[in-house]
C-alpha cells in the first residue's frame, strides 16, 4: 500500500468529548469517527487493526474445532421470550417493532438463536460435541455510552457456543475454550491475565475473563506474584484470619462522636486505627405475594471492618440475601434502630434483624460501633461478653493489598485491567428454557450442555491502547498494527535516488509478504514523522538524500528513542530480522 492511496486523516487536537487515552488517539490518528453517541465509522486505518484481530480469532477458533457461522443482529422477540429475557433485560436491550408490529430486538449476545438452531440441527449424542462461533456486530443501548470503543453502543464481538452431552464434556470443551484464548491473547502481544470470575446463579468455578492490563482499566485484578493465582474482585477470596480472636481488655462504654458519622471521622476523633472501628450496613428483602405485592420485609445488618468495603457479589451468595436484596429504606432503619444511618450498631436495636457478621469482624476485639444515638458511639465492643456471638459469618468484603493469598502462596496484590474477554460455563440454562434436547445414548431425550466464550473485538484495539502509548501517539504491538512497517522517504518528489531506493525496499518487503506501506504523500519530515508516530506503526525506515550519500539508511523501532544506521546493501536483511519474517 502507497500513502496515497490510502486515507490517512491526523487529528493535531482530540474532539473535547474523548475522555481516555485510546478514544483521544484513535480520532485523533483517523481510526475511528463518531457518527452517533457510542455508535463509531471505522476507517480504513482503524479497520486494518480490527481485521488482524479478527485473522488471529478465526485462526485459533478454527484449530480449536470451532465452526463459524453467521446469526442475524436483528433477532425476533419470541426467542427472546422463550427464555424470559426479552422482559427481565434493562433498556439495554433495544427493542423495536416491523412495519406488522412484530416485535424484534438488536441483539447484544445471541444465546436464543444459537439454541434454536441447535435444537432443529443436533437431534442426536453423535452429532456431538459442537461448537459453533460467529464474529458479528452487536448493540447494546447503554444509557452513558462513553471512552469511544471502550463503551460504545455498536461494537463488534466474537461469540461461541459449545454444545455437549453431559456436564463432562462441557467441561472439556470449556478447557479446549480457555487454552484456545490463551494461544489468541499471546498472539496479541499485550500483557493480560485470565483471572477467575463469578458464575452468578448458575454457581460452580468455570469462569474466566481475560483482562488487558492497564492503569486506566475499569476492573480491579487480584492476583498473586508468587504464584498462578488470579481473580476479578468480585471473585477473589478473603480468608478468615489466622489464629484465634483477642480477649477482651476493655470495658464497653458509650462515647460522645458528635457530627461523626463515618468510620474515618470517628477513627481520627478518638485517636484510633481505622481497622479497629465497624461500619453498619441495613439491606432488607421483601417476600411477595403471586400479584407481585410485598407481603412481608425482612430488615438485615451487615457489619464490615471500617477499611473495607463490601462486595455485592459475595453478599447475594449469603444464605437469605440469595434472593435479591435492597438498601433499607430510612423510615425501616428508623423502627429497628431509633436512629438515623452514621451511628448505628448491633447492640440496643428497636427491633431485631438477621445479622451477617464478615470473616473479619468475628474475630476482633474491643471494637467500635455505632450506639444506635446520635453524636454517639460504643467502644471496647466485645462478642459474646456484650452481644451474642454472630450465628451467620460470611466472606462478604472487597480483597486488600496484603490479604493473604488463597492458595497460601503468598499475598494478594491489586492491579487494573481491561475486560476484552470471557469463557463461561451455561450448564442448561438456555437449552431447558427453550426446550432444546437430543436423543441421548439411551434413546431418551436430554438437555444440552452449553458453554459460551466471549472476545470483544472493537473493544480489544482500545485496550491495546491504553496499554501501549506515550506522548507521541499509539504503540501497536506487530501482530495488530494497521502496518508492521513504514518507510519514509524524505524528498522522494525531489530525489530521485530517494524515490529509486524506495521504491526497491518497498518491492522486496511486498515479495517478502510484509505489511508494509509507503509514505510517497510529499510531505515535510517533521510532518509524516509526527503522522507515523501517532498511529503507531511499530517499525520505520527513513531514506534521506544524505543517510543515501553516506550508504546508509536509517531503522527505529516504535518504543526506540534513537535511530539506527543501516548500510543499504543491508537493511532488507537487517528489518527481515527484526520482524522475525
Not at 288 to 302: F, N, R, S, Y
Not at 543 to 554: P, V
Request: glycine fraction near 8%; charged fraction near 25%.
Amino acid at each position: 500500500m502507497k500513502a496515497s492511496q490510502f486515507l490517512i486523516t491526523t487529528l493535531k487536537e482530540a474532539p473535547a468529548d474523548a475522555e481516555v487515552v485510546s478514544h483521544q488517539l484513535m480520532t485523533r490518528a483517523g481510526m475511528i469517527k463518531k457518527l452517533g453517541a457510542g455508535i463509531y465509522s471505522y476507517m480504513p486505518m482503524g479497520l486494518r487493526v480490527i481485521r488482524k484481530v479478527e485473522a488471529i480469532v478465526r485462526e485459533e477458533m478454527g484449530r480449536a474445532g470451532s465452526v463459524e457461522l453467521s446469526m442475524p443482529v436483528v433477532q425476533p422477540a419470541e426467542l427472546w421470550q422463550e427464555t424470559g429475557r426479552f422482559d427481565k433485560m434493562g433498556p439495554e436491550l433495544l427493542r423495536i417493532k416491523d412495519r406488522h408490529d412484530r416485535d424484534f430486538v438488536v441483539q447484544p449476545t445471541s444465546e436464543e438463536v444459537v439454541t434454536d438452531i441447535a435444537r432443529q440441527e443436533l437431534r442426536s449424542y453423535k452429532q456431538l460435541p459442537k461448537n459453533l462461533y460467529q464474529i458479528q456486530t452487536k448493540f447494546r443501548d447503554e444509557r452513558r455510552p462513553r471512552f469511544g470503543l471502550m463503551r460504545g453502543r455498536e461494537f463488534i464481538m466474537k461469540d461461541a457456543y459449545s454444545f455437549d452431552r453431559d456436564v463432562v464434556g462441557a467441561k472439556a470443551s470449556y478447557e479446549v475454550m480457555a487454552k484456545a484464548y490463551r494461544r489468541i491473547f499471546d498472539r496479541f502481544g499485550l500483557s493480560y491475565r485470565a483471572v477467575a470470575a463469578d458464575s452468578g446463579a448458575i454457581g460452580g468455578e468455570l469462569s474466566e475473563e481475560f483482562q488487558v492490563i492497564a492503569a486506566t482499566g475499569e476492573d480491579a485484578i487480584v492476583y498473586c506474584a508468587n504464584s498462578d493465582y488470579a481473580a476479578n474482585m468480585e471473585k477473589a477470596e478473603a480468608l478468615a484470619p489466622a489464629g484465634p480472636r483477642p480477649s477482651a481488655a476493655n470495658a464497653m462504654a458509650q462515647v460522645p462522636t458528635p457530627g461523626k458519622s463515618t468510620c474515618a471521622d470517628v477513627a481520627e476523633f478518638l485517636g484510633v486505627p481505622l481497622a479497629s472501628t465497624v461500619k453498619s450496613l441495613v439491606l432488607a428483602t421483601d417476600q411477595t405475594d403471586p400479584a407481585g405485592a410485598v407481603v412481608k420485609t425482612q430488615v438485615w445488618l451487615l457489619l464490615l471492618r471500617g477499611d473495607h468495603d463490601m462486595n455485592e457479589v459475595k453478599v447475594r451468595k449469603v444464605p437469605g440475601l440469595d434472593v435479591g436484596f435492597r438498601l433499607a429504606t430510612g423510615a425501616e432503619i428508623e423502627t429497628h434502630f431509633a436512629c438515623k444511618p452514621g451511628y448505628l450498631g448491633p447492640i440496643g436495636l428497636k427491633q431485631a434483624v438477621k445479622l451477617v457478621v464478615d470473616r473479619e469482624v468475628a474475630v476482633m476485639a474491643d471494637w467500635i460501633c455505632g450506639a444506635n444515638q446520635i453524636d454517639a458511639h460504643l467502644t471496647g465492643v466485645n462478642w459474646g461478653r456484650d452481644l451474642p456471638e454472630p450465628d451467620l459469618v460470611a466472606d462478604i468484603r472487597n480483597v486488600v493489598e496484603g490479604d493473604a493469598s488463597p492458595d497460601g502462596q503468598g499475598t494478594l496484590a491489586i492491579e487494573r485491567g481491561i475486560e476484552v474477554g470471557h469463557v463461561f460455563y451455561l450448564g442448561t440454562k438456555y437449552s431447558e428454557a427453550m426446550k432444546a434436547t437430543f436423543l441421548g445414548e439411551d434413546g431418551k431425550p436430554a438437555f444440552f450442555e452449553m458453554g459460551c466464550y466471549g472476545i470483544g473485538i472493537t473493544r480489544l484495539p482500545a485496550a491495546a491502547v491504553e496499554q501501549n502509548h506515550d506522548a507521541r501517539g499509539m504503540i501497536w504491538p506487530d501482530s495488530i498494527a494497521p502496518f508492521t512497517l513504514v518507510i519514509c522517504p524524505v524528498g522522494m518528489d525531489r530525489s530521485e535516488a530517494v524515490k529509486t531506493a524506495a521504491e526497491t525496499l518497498y518491492a522486496q518487503l511486498l515479495e517478502a509478504g510484509v505489511d508494509v506501506i509507503l509514505d510517497d504523500r510529499g510531505e515535510r519530515p517533521g510532518a509524516m514523522f509526527a503522522d507515523w508516530e501517532l498511529i503507531g506503526v511499530p517499525h520505520r525506515v527513513t531514506i534521506g538524500d544524505r543517510s543515501l550519500k553516506e550508504g546508509q539508511l536509517e531503522y527505529q523501532n516504535r518504543r526506540d528513542a534513537e535511530a539506527t544506521k543501516v548500510p543499504v546493501q543491508e537493511i532488507f536483511a537487517f528489518v527481515k530480522a527484526r520482524l522475525g519474517a
